[in-house]
Nanobody, 119 residues
């Protein structure tokens, strides 16, 4: 089993910043991808950003240049630095870990943390 604990959500004004953290524990192998997804009310869950164990990243077009994903492999922790936040970034943000050592790969999810961007 894998456990994911997220932190860092909250209320922020437009243009502000937040940093999300997600710590993974449990049966984790070295080959895995960590990422952040979000789900706004009435919308489907979408990828925000992800990072491989080798450090390769990809981002949703809507957050490029504003959000930065990073990870600390020693701590099995992934971070999402969110700058220049917009009201449309309001959503529940979910941490995801995909363990690619398994075939097929296994996905695990955090419980989510709410980010609200409002004046």
């Amino acid at each position: 089993q894998v456990q994911l604990v997220e932190s860092g959500g909250g209320l922020v004004q437009p243009g502000g910043s937040l940093r999300l953290s997600c710590a993974a524990s449990g049966s984790i192998f070295s080959i895995f991808v960590m990422g952040w997804y979000r789900q706004a009310p009435g919308k489907q869950r979408e990828l925000v950003a992800r990072i491989t164990s080798g450090g390769s990243t990809n981002y949703a077009d809507s957050v490029k240049g504003r959000f930065t994903i990073s990870r600390d492999n020693a701590k099995n922790t992934v971070y999402l630095q969110m700058n220049s936040l917009k009201p449309e970034d309001t959503a529940v943000y979910y941490c995801n870990i995909r363990i690619t050592a398994y075939i097929p790969a296994r996905d695990y999810w955090g419980k989510g943390t709410l980010v609200t961007v409002s004046s």
